[in-house]
T-cell receptor, first 117, second 113 residues
Framework: DVKVTQSSRYLVKRTGEKVFLECVQD?????MFWYRQDPGLGLRLIYF???????EKGDIPEGYSVSREKKERFSLILESASTNQTSMYLC????????????????FGPGTRLTVL | DAKTTQPTSMDCAEGRAANLPCNHS???????VYWYRQIHSQGPQYIIH???NNETNEMASLIITEDRKSSTLILPHATLRDTAVYYC??????????????FGQGTRLTINP
């Protein structure tokens, strides 16, 4: 089974702190994603990566950055945490393609509930 | 991506089959129907997907109408652990870059003892 793990289930940080959220997948997937999920707003894409050292902005990248130095690891960084970044953060991965039909099964981690005070 | 419409909530008795409908009348020829679910306080979980033929796996069955404008996810013997929000989405089959998932409101399924 695909396993996507996230470094913390619950995290409490103070305004202005730099926050690192780590995600690791063990299935050699090419694509990795960071979403946040808020009540009434659904799932929103922050950043994604389709290869090592490659990254693309999603719909709400402001206030975030990412790092993908190794294929299995995708980090989300909050440069200076703010209270409006209190949310559930979800990491996902999916296989890539090499001219084959794509697979849209995204495998999610358990989520990190971040509270910024 | 085509829009989907699902009932807001449904109830089902434990041990019975849960049938969750989804309308996707604007689906185009290259789009697949995907189902995910999200159990409270957990990340979403992929369930099944299909194009036009009915599909079955260890979790569920997917029935797609001949005109592909609607589908039904069937959990054959629902258990209390199947209580979750179920999302139906449609996605193109061809690779178009890493694709984000966009969930609608989904159906909140409650399995009752």
């Amino acid at each position: 089974d695909v396993k996507v793990t996230q470094s913390s289930r619950y995290l409490v940080k103070r305004t202005g702190e730099k926050v690192f959220l780590e995600c690791v997948q063990d299935m050699d997937h090419e694509n990795m994603f960071w979403y946040r999920q808020d009540p009434g707003l659904g799932l929103r894409l922050i950043y994604f990566s389709y290869d090592v050292k490659m990254k693309e902005k999603g719909d709400i990248p402001e206030g975030y950055s990412v790092s993908r130095e190794k294929k299995e690891r995708f980090s989300l960084i909050l440069e200076s945490a703010s209270t409006n970044q209190t949310s559930m953060y979800l990491c996902a991965s999916s296989p890539g393609t090499s001219g084959r039909r794509s697979y849209n099964e995204q495998f999610f981690g358990p989520g990190t509930r971040l509270t910024v005070l | 991506d085509a829009k989907t419409t699902q009932p807001t909530s449904m109830d089902c008795a434990e041990g019975r089959a849960a049938n969750l409908p989804c309308n996707h009348s604007t689906i185009s020829g290259n789009e697949y129907v995907y189902w995910y679910r999200q159990i409270h306080s957990q990340g979403p979980q992929y369930i099944i997907h299909g194009l036009k033929n009915n599909e079955t796996n260890e979790m569920a069955s997917l029935i797609i109408t001949e005109d592909r404008k609607s589908s039904t996810l069937i959990l054959p013997h629902a258990t209390l652990r199947d209580t979750a929000v179920y999302y139906c989405i449609v996605r193109p089959s061809l690779w178009q870059g890493a694709q984000k998932l966009v969930f609608g409101q989904g159906t909140r399924l409650t399995i009752n003892p």
